[in-house]
Nanobody, 125 residues
Framework: QVQLVESGGGLVQAGGSLRLSCAASGRTFSNYAMGWFRRAPGKEREFVATISSSGGNTYYADSVKGRFTISRDNGKNTVFLQMSSLKPEDTAVYYC??????????????????WGQGSQVTVST
């Protein structure tokens, strides 16, 4: 099992930036892919971004491409989501997740085996 703890959420004005962090423990971090998902009020959880185990490959949802950057520090067992040019529609609870098997580039939440507790991001107008 892997334990994931997010941090870095908060309230920001439209056009601003935030960086989310997700610290992992329990298994060798460099052996598995990581992803970020979000759930806005009244909506289903949706894919945001994913990164391969080495950090050499990334994949983004069209809605965040060019504004968000996923990265990881395998020495610190942490994955990040740098969010810039934030919009009110980015308001959601953001979750990090770990994927232990299969191709790294999936966007299906069911392919991820461990999840963090979530971090609220609120973007005001």
């Amino acid at each position: 099992q892997v334990q994931l703890v997010e941090s870095g959420g908060g309230l920001v004005q439209a056009g601003g930036s935030l960086r989310l962090s997700c610290a992992a423990s329990g298994r060798t971090f460099s052996n598995y892919a990581m992803g970020w998902f979000r759930r806005a009020p009244g909506k289903e959880r949706e894919f945001v971004a994913t990164i391969s185990s080495s950090g050499g490959n990334t994949y983004y949802a069209d809605s965040v491409k060019g504004r968000f950057t996923i990265s990881r520090d395998n020495g610190k067992n942490t994955v990040f989501l740098q969010m810039s040019s934030l919009k009110p529609e980015d308001t959601a609870v953001y979750y990090c997740a770990a994927k232990f098997s299969g191709p790294w580039g999936t966007r299906k939440s069911s392919d991820f085996g461990s999840w963090g507790q979530g971090s609220q991001v609120t973007v005001s107008t």
